[in-house]
């Protein structure tokens, strides 16, 4: 499993790495209005340059552009040759999971997925990450078939 290092910074001169990705969740109390605008902003500063998700109106995502984890399975799929005779399973929890939903043919959020994740899942696992859930689904749903 990949580890990512996440760091809570309040300014820019917190962050004294090279970034692949930024979350930006912005403040409980940010109006509806003041966040469209953030994101108008955010948008049209590096909308071509960069890929830009949003996931609520406090939540966005900045990467690197076209790059996710839907075109990370998307790539792998092309590279294997597979087609639709063979079924594509994804497993998440979390917003940045949305584009691996759209490249697999089922989409199963864990237990503990953020709500809209599970919203357009196309399954659910019984259990959390902690608790092996993708394991249990794996032998549950799809050995056991």
């Not at 509806?32 to 995502?61: A, C, H, M, P």
């Amino acid at each position: 499993m990949m580890a990512s290092d996440y760091i809570v910074a309040h300014s820019y001169e917190e962050m004294d790495a090279a970034i692949t990705h930024l979350t930006i969740v912005l403040r409980k109390d940010t109006t509806l209005e003041n966040s469209k605008k953030f994101i108008d902003n955010l948008k049209s500063k590096y909308g071509d340059k960069t890929f830009i998700q949003v996931y609520t109106d406090r939540v966005i995502e900045i990467g690197p552009k076209n790059i996710n984890k839907g075109y990370g399975v998307q790539k792998v799929k092309d590279y294997l040759g597979i087609d639709e005779s063979v079924t594509v399973y994804g497993f998440g929890d979390g917003y940045n999971d949305l584009s691996l939903f759209d490249a697999v043919d089922i989409g199963v959020a864990m237990e503990n997925a953020a709500s809209e994740l599970k919203a357009i899942a196309d399954d659910q696992t019984k259990y959390n990450n902690d608790n092996d859930g993708v394991a249990q689904y794996i032998i549950e749903k799809i050995l056991k078939k």
